[in-house]
């Protein structure tokens, strides 16, 4: 079934959930309605665990093509544009941390804010089309959409200064080379090479990467202490869940793990009572 957000399409597969763009006139870039309907979808997975894994895509030939030039032309005052960020932390960091994978699907441009969306995701699936600038010191502004967090952890400090400094475009097979896509394929396979990946990681033990997701987040901040703490903290939560129990299960009776159903039979409840929900 297909729910639409205004400017966002979500399509529910299984245990999967697509997340589509669906701004093709403007090329699928970041507007208004894009950023508060990523908030709300957002919003939606973090509180439905039956949703295991996430594949993000847009519609047509074009990811993302970065900021709105009409609210970056039209949005004037200091406060107009704080408000603008204090917006986009409403969801960006939230995106990227969700508790379980994401996959990104990318056809054509992924320019600036675009290419800070896709690698917010934990996979991404190139399309031959694909392409990747940051174009920010292009137009005058500081790299965002978390750019300046993910590009130096994926491909080091060096390489990503040297990206943004010389506004370099990326080609599909040039990323790939530099770490930042795990795949590339035709343009008309993407969906289903992105989709089919989204169901492989929904079908392993998609709460516990979603904690090791968490923890490495963490690694270039923390201490060897304090990632000690965080491994044994995870380790215990993981070891106490039905994943766990039907990997060890599996282990032990010689055969494949079946992490999807172990989570379908121990239920997704959030742990709030009925009468608390919304």
């Known amino acids: 079934m297909i729910k639409n957000y205004p400017q966002v399409e979500t399509e529910r597969q299984g245990n999967v959930l697509i997340v589509r763009l669906a701004n093709e ?30 594949y993000l895509t847009g519609k047509g030939p074009t990811f993302c093509a970065g900021g709105d030039l009409r609210m970056l032309t039209e949005s004037k005052s200091s406060m107009e544009r704080h408000r603008r960020f204090r917006h986009a932390a409403t969801f960006m960091p939230q995106l990227m941390m969700l ?52 590009l130096p952890r994926l491909i080091g400090l060096a390489k990503a200064r040297d990206f943004f400094y010389s506004n ?9 080379a530099n770490g930042i896509v795990s795949k ?19 079908e392993g033990p998609a709460e516990v990467m979603g904690l090791a997701k968490t923890i490495m987040l963490k690694s270039f901040e923390s201490s060897l202490a304090e990632m000690m703490d965080y491994e044994d903290y995870a380790q215990v939560l993981a070891q106490s869940g039905p994943e766990f ?7 032990v009776e010689k055969r494949k793990p079946a992490y999807g159903e172990a989570a379908r039979r121990a239920g997704f409840s959030d742990g709030m009572p009925a009468s608390d929900k919304a």
């Open 245 to 251: 129990e039907e990997g060890l299960a599996a282990l």
């Open 168 to 176: 370099t475009t990326w080609d599909a097979q040039q990323a790939l």
């Open 184 to 202: 590339v394929v035709a343009d008309e396979d993407v969906d289903a090479e992105g989709i089919a990946l989204a169901h492989k990681y929904a």
């Open 25 to 54: 006139a403007a090329r699928n870039s970041l507007t208004r309605d894009i950023r508060f309907s990523l908030r709300e979808v957002t919003r939606e997975i973090q509180d439905d665990y039956s949703i295991r894994a996430i």
């Open 99 to 150: 508790d379980r994978p994401v996959v990104c699907g990318v056809r054509g441009v992924a320019i600036g804010g675009g290419m800070g969306l896709a690698l917010m995701a934990d996979s991404i699936v190139a399309g031959n089309s694909a392409q990747f600038m940051a174009g920010f010191f292009r137009l005058g502004v500081v790299p965002d959409c978390l750019t300046l967090f993910t």
